[in-house]
């Protein structure tokens, strides 16, 4: 599976930005997709992950009510909405796949080459 996000940019505090993330390869309706992020001198961590059927999710404290992450199987696409943005949210957003539910990075066989989220204060 080949994954390709897109969607980032500059936006200012309390602004939005929806993420996307294009499979190509092979259909990901059954994997479990997530989004990750990385801010310059940190580790990567979790930020939102659904489900292979989009029955359930999971999101990091720290986003959420603010953002909504949502697949289109159809599509072989995955979204992630991002409202009321903070600029500790700054960082570059990584979509994955993975063959189980589940909030590790090391669990995820399938990594985009990320796209990078500024907000600015």
């Known amino acids: 599976v080949q994954l390709q996000a897109s969607g980032g940019g500059l936006v200012q505090a309390g602004g939005s930005l929806r993420l996307s993330c294009v499979a190509s390869?092979?259909?990901?309706?059954?994997?479990?997709m997530g989004w990750f992020r990385q801010a310059p001198g940190k580790e990567r961590e979790f930020v939102a992950n659904i489900r292979s059927n989009g029955g359930s999710f999971v999101y990091a404290e720290s986003v959420k009510g603010r953002f909504t992450i949502s697949r289109d199987n159809g599509k072989n696409t995955v979204y992630l909405q991002m409202n009321s943005l903070k600029p500790e949210d700054t960082a570059v957003y990584y979509c994955?796949?993975?063959?189980?539910?589940?909030?590790?990075?090391?669990?995820?066989?399938?990594w985009g080459q990320g796209t990078l989220v500024t907000v600015s204060s």
């Open positions: 994955a796949a993975a063959s189980v539910f589940t909030t590790q990075p090391n669990r995820y066989n399938y």
């Open positions: 390869g092979r259909t990901i309706s059954s994997y479990a």
